[in-house]
């Protein structure tokens, strides 16, 4: 029996030596320096990631996180002067412009949560938000302040509710207090929202 349950060991122990490093990585990422948070722009996160302390930017520029099909726990932090430029964002597939945010698209099945943008700026073309560009999924306690432009479906926390994609929203305890400027679609909270849930939630700041 002990010998069985050693070769069932060693035989685990050599399957998982030729899994790529990736495979073998932890599912939470922790984010704890700026460079951390910037290296995740342009890609597609998957699992828990969490932010371990308060951010400052400022004067460095970021890529949207293409996608969050995960949880991120901004654990109370602040992330401040987040800043993205993108007026002119290429299309996808569908010939829609890609969205800009902090995160461009999130999931059905993405959290958001415990998170604060403090004196951002950003602008973008189509589905332009302060956290998420396009957004699905449930967002809660989150705050966002700054700048958001763009042409439509701009919004302070969000761009919209199922920009370009499907799936529901909740966003619960969330607060903006953003100058959002747009083209049409525009809104202080969300520039557009289809089949999303409000509870608790508020905006102030301006809107042209």
Same mark, same amino acid.
């Given at each position: 029996m002990?010998?069985?349950i050693f070769s069932?060991?060693?035989?685990t *122990?050599?399957?998982l030596s030729?899994?790529?490093t *990736? *495979?073998?990585a932890s599912e939470? $990422?922790v984010?704890r320096? /700026?460079? &951390?948070?910037i *290296?995740?722009?342009g890609?597609?996160m998957? =699992?828990t990631?969490?932010?371990? /302390? !308060?951010? !400052?930017l400022?004067?460095?520029?970021?890529e949207?996180?293409a996608s969050l099909n =995960?949880v991120? !726990?901004g $654990?109370g932090h602040?992330?401040s002067?987040?800043?993205?430029?993108?007026?002119? $964002?290429?299309?996808d597939s %569908?010939?829609i412009s890609?969205?800009?945010?902090?995160?461009g698209?999130?999931?059905q099945?993405a959290v958001?949560? %415990?998170?604060h @943008?403090k004196d @951002?700026s950003?602008? =973008?073309?189509s589905?332009?938000?302060?956290?998420a560009g396009?957004?699905?999924?449930?967002?809660y #306690?989150?705050?966002?302040s700054?700048e958001?432009?763009?042409?439509? !479906?701009?919004?302070g926390?969000?761009?919209g509710t199922?920009?370009?994609?499907?799936? %529901?929203?909740?966003l619960? &305890?969330? #607060?903006?207090d953003?100058?959002v400027?747009?083209t049409?679609g525009?809104g202080?909270? /969300?520039?557009? /929202?289809g089949h999303?849930?409000?509870?608790?939630c508020s905006a102030?700041?301006?809107?042209?």
């Amino acid at each position: 029996m002990k010998k069985r349950i050693f070769s069932l060991l060693l035989v685990t *122990a050599l399957v998982l030596s030729l899994l790529p490093t *990736a *495979a073998l990585a932890s599912e939470t $990422q922790v984010i704890r320096t /700026a460079q &951390d948070l910037i *290296a995740l722009g342009g890609q597609e996160m998957t =699992g828990t990631i969490t932010l371990a /302390a !308060d951010l !400052d930017l400022d004067g460095q520029q970021m890529e949207p996180i293409a996608s969050l099909n =995960g949880v991120f !726990d901004g $654990q109370g932090h602040t992330i401040s002067h987040l800043a993205m430029d993108h007026p002119f $964002q290429p299309a996808d597939s %569908n010939g829609i412009s890609l969205p800009v945010g902090l995160f461009g698209r999130t999931a059905q099945t993405a959290v958001i949560q %415990n998170l604060h @943008l403090k004196d @951002l700026s950003i602008r =973008g073309d189509s589905g332009v938000g302060g956290l998420a560009g396009s957004f699905s999924g449930r967002m809660y #306690h989150c705050t966002v302040s700054g700048e958001v432009s763009g042409k439509s !479906d701009v919004g302070g926390m969000v761009g919209g509710t199922m920009v370009g994609g499907t799936g %529901n929203a909740e966003l619960v &305890d969330c #607060h903006v207090d953003v100058q959002v400027t747009g083209t049409g679609g525009t809104g202080g909270f /969300a520039g557009y /929202a289809g089949h999303a849930w409000f509870e608790g939630c508020s905006a102030k700041g301006t809107v042209s």
